[in-house]
């Protein structure tokens, strides 16, 4: 158990619609990552909190967004879903922001099905 | 941008043989992390083994060691007396040291199958 959870585990919905992803990170970490792994494309960054904050954006979608609360916790919302968004989303939490040196703990993800 | 490739989709050990996964990236920076990362059927993500691009030292967890060569980009990992535990999804990662912010680039992984 790395510590981080991620809520829901599976979600299955329709084309159009839109769904919420939510994370909570480690005890004290203040850095959230949320990554996209889907067959075709493997493990992709998405986008990047810290403290509240964006700092970082990858391949993400407009009709994607992010943010990270007061508490911490951050939240992937998904809109206008497609077939193609189906994939299994995770998010991962370090301590800082960008040492490198810091681990990266991932949660166990949430599956995302779209029908 | 950083590339990380992995040539083997597939590979497979008998158990308490020695398996080697192989892993090279693309990169113009001279410092730099790389990892492996675990992924079993339960889809968690766990780190292997960590190597830092300036030491010149392969890095070894227990069963699981590197071979880092810096000068051809590559990246392998060697698991040692492999176990029916160690049946998983393995994936390369690259980390940028320069740009702070960048996340971890990773291959498409090597699915690997271990053998009773």
């Known amino acids: 158990d790395s510590g981080v959870t991620q809520t829901p585990k599976h979600l299955i919905t329709a084309t159009g619609q839109r769904v919420t992803l939510r994370c909570s990170p480690r005890?004290?970490?203040?850095?959230v990552y949320w990554y996209q792994q889907s067959l075709d494309q493997g493990l992709q960054f998405l986008i990047h909190?810290?403290?509240?904050?964006?700092?970082a954006k990858g391949n993400i979608l407009e009709r994607f967004s992010a943010q990270q609360f007061p508490d911490l916790h951050s939240e992937l919302n998904l809109s206008s879903l497609e077939l193609g968004d189906s994939a299994l989303y995770f998010c991962?939490?370090?301590?800082?922001?960008?040492?490198?040196?810091?681990?990266?703990?991932f949660g166990p993800g949430t599956r995302l099905t779209v029908l | 941008a950083q590339t990380v490739t992995q040539s083997q989709p597939e590979m497979s050990v008998q158990e308490a043989e020695t398996v080697t996964l192989s892993c090279t990236y693309d990169?113009?920076?001279?410092?730099?992390?790389l990892f492996w990362y675990k992924q079993p059927p339960s889809r968690q993500m766990i780190l292997v083994i960590r190597?830092?691009?300036?030491?010149?030292q392969n890095a070894t967890e227990n069963r699981f060691s590197v071979n880092f060569q810096k000068a051809a980009k590559s990246f392998s990992l060697k698991i040692s007396d492999s176990q029916l535990g160690d049946a998983a999804m393995y994936f390369c990662?690259?980390?940028?040291?320069?740009?702070?912010?960048?996340?971890?680039?990773f291959g498409k992984g090597t699915r690997l199958s271990v053998i009773a």
């Open positions: 909190y810290y403290n509240g904050e964006e700092r």
């Open positions: 990169t113009s920076e001279s410092d730099y992390y």
């Open positions: 005890s004290g970490d203040l850095s």
């Open positions: 990662a690259y980390r940028s040291v320069y740009s702070g912010n960048t996340p971890l680039v």
């Open positions: 991962a939490s370090s301590v800082a922001g960008t040492a490198v040196t810091n681990e990266q703990f």
């Open positions: 190597q830092e691009a300036y030491k010149q």
